[in-house]
């Protein structure tokens, strides 16, 4: 079985300040990983996803997030948050057969203040 | 990346009636299609899982009879949401993959609001 866990539904940070979201997974077997953001009323877009290449995945927008199995963890980092990251964010996980699915967690709503 | 749409974007129908959502991949063909409900501030849930030719995978407490689901080509996958009641309201989304492999990835329609009145 596998899951994943966000921890806080709801993040608020500064502008220019660091965006960290948290996300632990849980997974018998050796696990896909990807974070996706939703924007109000649309689908979801991919940001990164981590296939057990290297372990620091950079994505689209300046994101990225590193897989720690040690810590079973995969956490989304910004360095510099900007207005237009405001969105909901969610951690999913999956295996890889075929006829694996992906698993999301619950999301957080990350808030930019100006 | 790849393009998914899904049609209508929203739709307001009468209790008791039927309403069908399609989704299309437009510019690959989609081995297997996921059909996903998002209730408001809540996570994605996986309802179904289509591939092309063959009778969709319904998840656990989900009612194939009342969500049908039909993927008749790489190209399209309908879900049609059978006598409708207002607890089915909510927000559609299915997603698309090229390969059969978990590797390729999944790409997401813009999701269809139902409200059923």
């Known amino acids: 079985a596998q899951s994943v866990t966000q921890l806080g539904s709801h993040v608020s940070v500064s502008e220019g300040a660091l965006v960290l979201l948290r996300c632990n997974y849980s997974?018998?077997?050796?696990?896909?990983l990807f974070w996706y953001v939703q924007y109000p009323n649309q689908g979801l877009q991919l940001l990164l996803k981590?296939?057990?290449?290297?372990?620091l995945v950079k994505g689209i927008n300046g994101f990225e997030a590193e897989f720690k199995k040690s810590e079973t963890s995969f956490h989304l980092t910004k360095p510099s948050a900007h207005m237009s990251d405001a969105a909901e964010y969610f951690c999913?996980?999956?295996?890889?057969?075929?006829?694996?699915?992906?698993?999301f967690g619950s999301g957080t709503r990350l808030s930019i203040r100006p | 990346g790849a393009v998914v749409s899904q049609h209508p974007s929203r739709v307001i129908c009468k209790s008791g009636t039927s309403v069908k959502i399609e989704c299309r991949s437009l510019?690959?063909?989609?081995?297997?299609m996921f059909w996903y409900r998002q209730f408001p501030k809540q996570s994605l849930m996986l309802m179904a899982t289509?591939?092309?030719?063959?009778?969709?995978?319904?998840e656990q407490g989900v009612e194939k009879d009342k969500f049908l689901i039909n993927h008749a080509s790489l190209t399209l996958s309908t879900l049609t949401v059978t006598s409708a009641h207002p607890e089915d309201s909510s927000f559609y989304i299915c997603?698309?993959?090229?390969?059969?492999?978990?590797?390729?990835?999944?790409?997401f329609g813009p999701g269809t609001r139902l409200t059923v009145l």
């Open positions: 997974s018998s077997v050796p696990p896909y």
């Open positions: 997603s698309a993959r090229e390969g059969g492999g978990a590797h390729n990835e999944q790409f």
């Open positions: 510019d690959f063909q989609a081995t297997t």
């Open positions: 289509s591939n092309e030719g063959s009778k969709a995978t319904y």
């Open positions: 999913a996980v999956s295996g890889y057969s075929s006829a694996s699915k992906i698993i």
């Open positions: 981590y296939t057990s290449a290297a372990t």
